[in-house]
């Protein structure tokens, strides 16, 4: 980490190296240093150390489309990868929501507006992303209200969702993911980039006086070629328990920002589309029985299957 520090041209000692939450799938820490720089933030790949040259180039076609933390070094082919990234002040946007409740619909704009704005990053064709260089691996032919179903059938008709959800809400939930998949055969040739985490923990937020900003999105590991709306769906996954002052916001920073919508290329509920994109995330929740929002997000299937309509 030292010779990173060198080639960044940051100089000082490391003082302390202080672990931060936030990262499941990799490490994240805060490292203090003696001199003009206070301190860094260093990234290290665990899960998937070939992963890091792709989420460094995924940084690098985002910057200047929204804030980001300032990459300063990296060394992305080493046994494990590691990357030194600014250290951006302020609190990360969960935070904000829990300090300020009142300020939900001003978060809610600036992070739709954020996320918005990557629709204008474009690819050639959807799929998933690879580097280097930066390139695209299409799907296998299909349309996208098939791969949905393809990717959901296995993963709720099984044990662990049956333990999780119970069957008659297995069953109510493929009814609800049947009727509405095939909204999203018009997405079919969308080929944005889409951060495929889109939450507030994953967005730093700082306070000026005109209000709450966005000061850098995070923690691009995830990140595809696809529909914008599935960041969308994202945002809009707890509508219920943040209130419709959030939902308010994140959609009108989405329209802002010049998100897809039903107005904008569009046909029908653009809204219905962004929930069922994330469909494939809930789906890996309820299979991963240890994750921390096993619990939340049963209950929010639970939800949607026993408040139609929504």
């Not at 900003?213 to 943040?242: I, M, P, T």
Request: aromatic share 8%; glycine share 8%; charged share 20%.
């Amino acid at each position: 980490m030292t010779r990173l520090l060198r080639e960044a041209g940051i100089s000082g000692d490391i003082t302390g190296l202080e672990p931060l939450t936030g990262g499941y799938a990799n490490d994240l820490y805060r490292a203090r240093l003696s001199g003009a720089v206070a301190s860094v933030v260093v990234r290290c790949w665990r899960r998937d150390p070939a992963q890091a040259a792709t989420e460094v180039a995924v940084m690098q076609r985002a910057a200047g489309v929204v804030p980001l933390a300032s990459l300063l070094a990296a060394d992305v082919n080493a046994e494990r990868p590691v990357a030194l990234l600014e250290d951006v002040p302020g609190m990360n946007a969960q935070q904000a929501l829990e300090a300020d409740p009142a300020a939900a619909e001003q978060l809610g704009e600036a992070l739709g507006q954020a996320f918005a704005r990557l629709h204008s990053v474009q690819f050639e064709h959807p799929g998933l992303l690879s580097a280097p260089p930066l390139r695209v691996m299409p799907w296998p032919p299909s349309t996208p209200s098939q791969q949905l179903l393809d990717f959901a059938y296995p993963r709720l008709w099984n044990d662990t969702a049956r333990a999780a959800l119970g069957e008659p809400v297995q069953q109510q939930w493929w009814a609800y993911i049947q009727q509405h998949a095939p909204l999203l055969d018009v997405l079919a040739e969308e080929a944005s980039l889409v951060h495929a985490d889109a939450n507030p923990k994953n967005v730093m937020v700082r306070r000026f006086p005109q209000g709450w900003r966005v000061a850098a999105v995070l923690d691009w590991e995830f990140a595809f070629s696809g529909s914008s709306l599935s960041d969308l769906g994202n945002l809009l996954r707890w509508e219920a328990r943040e209130g419709s002052s959030w939902t308010t916001g994140v959609l009108r920073g989405w329209r802002e920002g010049g998100g897809p919508t039903s107005g904008n290329s569009l046909p029908g509920d653009f809204v219905t589309m962004a929930r069922m994109l994330d469909v494939y995330s809930l789906l890996a929740f309820v299979n991963s029985p240890d994750s921390a929002l096993h619990g939340p997000v049963t209950e929010l299937i639970r939800r949607t299957v026993t408040d139609q309509p929504r």
